[in-house]
Structure formats: C-alpha cells, structure tokens
C-alpha cells in the first residue's frame, strides 16, 4: 500500500483523497501553529509555489502531540494558516503521528531514515517526508531542516515528474 492509498480527512472533514496526487511528489509535513518552527509555513507554502506546476504537492497535517502546540479547532487552524501565511496547500484533519494512534499515513511513513540514520518515532512538529509519485516514500528530513535549504529542494528537484 502506498501514501496515495491511505484514507485521512481534510481539515474541512471531507475525504482528502491522497489518490489525486498519484503522480506527483507529495511533501508530508506534520505541522503546530504554536511552535517555534511555525514559520516555516511560509517556506512551505514558497515551495508549494514554485513547485506547483512540476508537479509538487505539499500535504499539511496538523499534530498537538508535541508540546501541545496546536490546540486549534480545524477552523481555527484553517484561518490561522490563511491569515498568518497565506496558506493554499491541502491541510488534513488533525492526528497523532506517534504512539498507539499513529495515523495510518504516518505508520507508512516512519519506517523511513533521514539523513543522520533516524527512523522512527516523529521527533518534533514541521519534520518533512518526501513521497515519489508513485506512492513510495524518498526522503525524511529533520524538523529544523527549513523548506528552501538546499538538501530539500535537491531531493524535491530529482522527484518531480515534469
């Protein structure tokens, strides 16, 4: 099974249909409103951006597993991101990305090391899994590995269908 298989919600509620991004990069990143990494929204959504038309799609999905930094209601996430950041990429549902309720997306995901051999537990909040287009995951990256830094955008780069 891969990533576009797993069922999650949008943040909206509806069914997110990861299916329709069969074909494109997808960048999953668990992500807080209340942490210090929290700007990296705009970098994400710069990417999302300039990426868009070659195929990249990122894929918010909000977690208030660490330090219970994203206490929000979905429509309180929802504005927080549009009038903060400007946010147009999909967001989903709210859900745990550890422990015995790990979502399914992320129990796909975690198996994956990054660059300095973690595999795993998710450490923080904005850590950033590359899936191919195919549904295969291709990278992990460490939460403070910003959107543009050059190792990110390199991997994205070599993935993208068009």
């Given at each position: 099974?891969?990533?576009?298989?797993?069922?999650?919600?949008?943040?909206?509620?509806?069914?997110?249909?990861?299916?329709?991004?069969?074909?494109?990069?997808?960048?999953?990143?668990?992500?807080?409103?209340?942490?210090?990494?929290?700007?990296?929204?705009?970098g994400l959504?710069?990417?999302?951006?300039?990426?868009?038309?070659?195929?990249?799609?990122?894929?918010?999905?909000?977690?208030?597993?660490?330090g219970s930094?994203?206490?929000?209601?979905?429509?309180?996430?929802?504005?927080?991101?549009?009038?903060?950041?400007?946010?147009?990429?999909?967001?989903?549902?709210?859900?745990?990305?550890?422990?015995?309720?790990?979502?399914?997306?992320?129990?796909?995901?975690?198996?994956?090391?990054?660059?300095?051999?973690?595999?795993?537990?998710?450490?923080?909040?904005?850590?950033?899994?590359?899936?191919?287009?195919?549904?295969?995951?291709?990278?992990?990256?460490?939460?403070?590995?910003?959107?543009?830094?050059?190792?990110?955008?390199?991997?994205?780069?070599?993935?993208?269908?068009?």
């Amino acid at each position: 099974m891969s990533v576009f298989d797993v069922e999650i919600s949008a943040l909206t509620g509806e069914p997110a249909n990861l299916g329709q991004h069969r074909g494109n990069a997808v960048l999953v990143v668990n992500v807080a409103s209340q942490c210090g990494l929290t700007p990296q929204y705009a970098g994400l959504q710069a990417l999302a951006e300039a990426y868009a038309d070659r195929g990249l799609v990122v894929l918010g999905v909000p977690c208030n597993q660490f330090g219970s930094q994203e206490p929000g209601t979905a429509t309180e996430i929802a504005e927080f991101c549009e009038s903060g950041y400007g946010v147009t990429f999909p967001l989903t549902e709210k859900v745990e990305v550890n422990g015995a309720g790990r979502h399914p997306l992320y129990a796909g995901l975690v198996g994956t090391a990054d660059a300095d051999g973690h595999s795993g537990d998710i450490r923080w909040n904005f850590e950033k899994f590359l899936v191919s287009p195919d549904g295969a995951v291709a990278g992990r990256f460490h939460p403070r590995v910003e959107p543009q830094a050059p190792e990110l955008t390199t991997a994205i780069e070599k993935l993208l269908p068009r």
